[in-house]
């Protein structure tokens, strides 16, 4: 099944960090009793072909997964230029509970490097609400040598969160990407960065924060 994600211009107002995602800070809302429900609207991307990207919730309402199955990028040896670069954008339709509204506070990303010395890796999002002029982006390079799993995490300050407006359906929008660079590395040594596992999907996870309407 394909996915796509649906989330707000400012709730992109992502800073980048490689630590854990934080739960919510006293003071903001629990999250709604009822299921969120998240449809795929499109998924379009070379790192996601059809059927290779689904989206699932979590049982509390505060976090939602994409797991892609076939997201992966090249260079060197045979790699093909358009290998060296790989991305998804999804586009989620997000149905909240009444009376409620909700921002990305956090996305964890994770993957799988294999960079020879002198190759870069870039993981890269960018975030915005249908119909909203701002876009957020956030970058997390990588250099040769690794050979091992990678995690990135982009955040969201509390008081920066951008809430998607009460009454009012917004598409969210993830696009995603992929780079690999060769480097100085020699010819025929090929590196590659994936969103993917051979024993099983990586799974990126957006962690939400709620708040109530106000009352009309």
């Not at 499109?42 to 199955?69: E, H, I, L, R, W």
């Not at 870039?122 to 957020?136: I, K, L, V």
Request: negative net charge.
């Amino acid at each position: 099944m394909a996915g796509g994600l649906l989330l707000s211009a400012a709730a992109a107002a992502l800073l980048t960090a490689a630590l854990p995602a934080q739960g919510p800070a006293t003071g903001f809302e629990d999250p709604p009793p009822d299921k969120i429900v998240i449809k795929v609207a499109t998924v379009n991307g070379s790192g996601c072909p059809q059927g290779t990207a689904a989206v699932a919730v979590s049982a509390d309402n505060t976090a939602f997964t994409v797991t892609y199955s076939d997201y992966l990028a090249q260079a060197g040896g045979n790699s093909a230029p358009t290998d060296s670069r790989k991305n998804c954008q999804l586009s989620l339709l997000v149905h909240v509970p009444q009376g409620f509204t909700y921002a990305i506070a956090s996305a964890d990303y994770r993957g799988f490097a294999s960079l020879q010395p002198g190759a870069k890796g870039t993981q890269r999002a960018s975030y915005y609400f249908q119909g909203s002029p701002n876009t957020e982006y956030r970058s997390h390079p990588f250099t040769g040598p690794i050979d091992d799993n990678w995690q990135a995490t982009d955040e969201t300050d509390w008081a920066q969160l951008v809430y998607a407006p009460c009454g009012v359906q917004r598409n969210f929008n993830i696009n995603t990407e992929l780079r690999v660079s060769a480097g100085t590395t020699a010819p025929d040594d090929v590196s590659f960065m994936t969103m993917d596992s051979t024993d099983g999907d990586i799974s990126t996870v957006y962690h939400l924060a709620w708040k109530e309407c106000p009352e009309e």
